[in-house]
Nanobody, 123 residues
């Protein structure tokens, strides 16, 4: 059974940075895609970033391009989301997800989800 556990959320002032981590366990992830999504109160879950497990390909939502960076540490079965220049509109619960269909910006393609970690950006 695949398990994904996020960490690193918290409260930060606008302009600050946070680094989220997602520890994956349960199987070999070499053919998987990993994704980060977020959901703000009263809004639908939205795509943030995705990466192939070997780190060779990434994609980002337009709203985070140039500010967020996704990476993997394969030896540790961990995927990271470095978030810089944070804005109040980045406030949301951030979810890590794994897809057997490879990296994608489409939530329905993801088979496994973490429990989420709260990120709050104050103005």
């Amino acid at each position: 059974q695949v398990q994904l556990v996020e960490s690193g959320g918290g409260v930060v002032q606008a302009g600050g940075s946070l680094r989220l981590a997602c520890a994956a366990s349960g199987r070999t992830f070499s053919s998987y895609g990993l994704g980060w999504f977020r959901q703000a109160p009263g809004k639908e879950r939205e795509f943030v970033a995705t990466i192939t497990w070997n780190g060779g390909w990434t994609a980002y939502a337009d709203s985070v391009k140039g500010r967020f960076s996704v990476s993997t540490a394969n030896a540790k079965n961990t995927v990271f989301l470095q978030m810089n220049s944070l804005k109040p509109e980045d406030t949301a619960v951030y979810y890590c997800a794994a897809s057997t269909r490879g990296a994608s910006d489409t939530a329905v393609y993801y088979n496994y989800w973490g429990q989420g970690t709260q990120v709050t950006v104050s103005s």
